[in-house]
């Protein structure tokens, strides 16, 4: 069968090409038709770290070429797996394609996890696969939001036990940071940081007690009390900037995504280190220290408050190689609407 893959240039990942390939589905093995996934800044993340943080590894591609990783839905067209039946549609990690040609093990009701050779070092949660539900919502929401809300829960969760007063937010427009900033709203004090262009929004959103462009970092310097910032937009400048403001104010700073992964990063910062935070480790402790069922049903819960508060949220929908390359040459470059989520199909 002739399946479809875009593939980005690693040193470049605005230059994206659709790339036709035959494959053959062998003993074991299931084929799946990727029917919608979304495309957000964290999809960015991905390729910028694709190869320090191992993103390239999933969905193997041409030399200097990488196929980003996407969160979505798709269905078994093909499967010589025992216990998979054709037609079972799956949520998880899937390559920016038209298919994907996975190899399960542990097989059950719920899912499977691709025991394929290439993916057994790599990070258990980017393997697992589970059987699609309403439960958490319509599947445009889940695709938007299911995984990076993820990681705006792990976050929240982990600050609510630290002491400190105030969160300082990078990319407060950002999905992640905007999970993030409706959890933590009223326990601590949310500060957002956002360009001017989408000021307005961010605003609307309801979530951020206070909110400043990037002009503005300055006025930090007039608050008091104890600070943590979590950076999603991995730009050095912004960084420095919070932290030579906020000096001995700043306790944490935490860098969780690179939205602006064309910008040069400082790694020279004044006061507290930078720590790097990886969404799965964390998820791995808590379910140890809550179990996987407590786990689920603190996220679930968290989730559904979230969800309930997304009414600024226009969904946009597009199908095709080009449609979604054109999307991707969007969202790399930074020109996304932040009240737009997009969910694609190739």
């Known amino acids: 069968m002739k399946i479809t893959e875009l593939q980005v240039c690693r040193d470049d990942l605005g230059s994206i090409a659709a790339i036709d390939r035959d494959v053959t589905v062998g003993d074991g093995e299931v084929l799946l038709r990727i029917d919608r996934f979304a495309?957000?800044?964290?999809?960015?993340?991905?390729?910028a770290h694709g190869v320090d943080m191992g993103y390239w590894q999933f969905f193997p591609?041409?030399?200097?070429?990488?196929?980003?990783?996407?969160?979505?839905?798709?269905?078994?067209?093909?499967?010589?797996?025992?216990?998979?039946?054709?037609?079972?549609?799956?949520?998880?990690?899937?390559?920016?394609?038209?298919?994907?040609?996975?190899?399960?093990?542990?097989?059950?009701?719920?899912?499977?996890?691709?025991?394929?050779?290439?993916?057994?070092?790599?990070?258990?949660?980017?393997?697992?696969?589970?059987?699609?539900?309403?439960?958490?919502?319509?599947?445009?929401?889940?695709?938007?939001?299911?995984?990076?809300?993820t990681t705006s829960f792990v976050l929240d969760v982990m600050l609510a036990e630290h002491h400190v007063d105030t969160l300082v937010l990078t990319s407060a427009s950002s999905k992640t940071a905007l999970g993030l900033a409706q959890a933590a709203k009223g326990r601590q004090r949310i500060i957002g940081l956002t360009s001017a262009v989408n000021r307005d929004f961010v605003v609307g959103t309801g979530y951020y007690d206070d909110i400043f462009t990037y002009d503005d970092i300055a006025a930090l310097g007039d608050m008091a009390g104890r600070f943590a910032l979590v950076d999603f937009s991995g730009n050095g400048v912004v960084r420095h900037a919070v932290h030579a403001t906020l000096g001995e104010r700043l306790v944490e700073s935490h860098v969780a995504g690179d939205t602006h992964w064309d910008t040069a990063n400082t790694a020279d910062l004044p006061g507290v280190q930078a720590q790097l935070f990886f969404a799965p480790s964390v998820i791995v402790e808590r379910i140890a220290q809550w179990g996987a069922e407590g786990f689920e049903a603190r996220l679930a819960a968290a989730w559904q408050r979230f969800i309930a508060s997304t009414g600024w949220l226009e969904v946009v929908e597009a199908s095709g190689a080009e449609a979604v390359a054109a999307h991707w040459q969007a969202v790399s470059a930074g020109q996304v609407d932040p009240a737009q989520g997009l969910v694609l199909t190739v």
């Open 61 to 149: 591609a041409d030399q200097g070429k990488g196929i980003v990783p996407v969160w979505g839905f798709a269905t078994v067209v093909e499967s010589l797996a025992e216990g998979i039946a054709d037609g079972t549609r799956y949520y998880g990690y899937w390559p920016m394609a038209s298919h994907a040609l996975l190899l399960p093990a542990r097989v059950s009701p719920r899912g499977f996890t691709d025991a394929a050779a290439h993916r057994l070092p790599l990070p258990p949660v980017y393997n697992n696969y589970v059987v699609a539900s309403a439960d958490f919502g319509p599947e445009t929401i889940q695709a938007l939001f299911r995984p990076l809300y």
């Open 39 to 47: 495309l957000t800044a964290n999809n960015v993340t991905y390729g």
